[in-house]
């Protein structure tokens, strides 16, 4: 059984920052490549970034530039950095491994970009 904890999220202005958190504890026994998805209202959840056990990253267009993956592999944790923030990029974060049947999903952390 593995736990996934987002955090991190709020609400923050156009233009601003964030950085996400995201923490995995349970039953992990080596390291998995890990993404972040997002789901905003009405909409399907969507990858935005992934990060290699070695990594390597790739990025969602809409994102790229802006955001940043990051791990550290011996706290088990992902990062998201998360500047030039915009409207559209309002929705919950969640995170979770990829290339595998995804483990249980966290709450996620609702990030709102408004003025």
């Known amino acids: 059984q593995v736990q996934l904890v987002e955090s991190g999220g709020g609400l923050v202005q156009p233009g601003g920052s964030l950085r996400l958190s995201c923490a995995a504890s349970?039953?992990?026994?080596?390291?998995?490549?890990m993404g972040w998805y997002r789901q905003a209202p009405g909409k399907q959840r969507e990858l935005v970034a992934r990060?290699?056990?070695?990594?390597?990253?790739n990025y969602a267009s809409s994102v790229k530039s802006r955001f940043t993956i990051s791990r550290d592999n011996a706290k088990t944790t992902v990062y998201l950095q998360m500047n030039s923030l915009k409207a559209e990029d309002t929705a919950v974060y969640y995170c979770?491994?990829?290339?595998?049947?995804?483990?249980?999903w966290g709450q996620g952390t609702q990030v709102t970009v408004s003025s």
């Open positions: 990060i290699t056990v070695g990594g390597s990253t």
């Open positions: 349970g039953s992990i026994f080596r390291p998995y490549d």
């Open positions: 979770n491994r990829e290339g595998f049947t995804p483990w249980s």
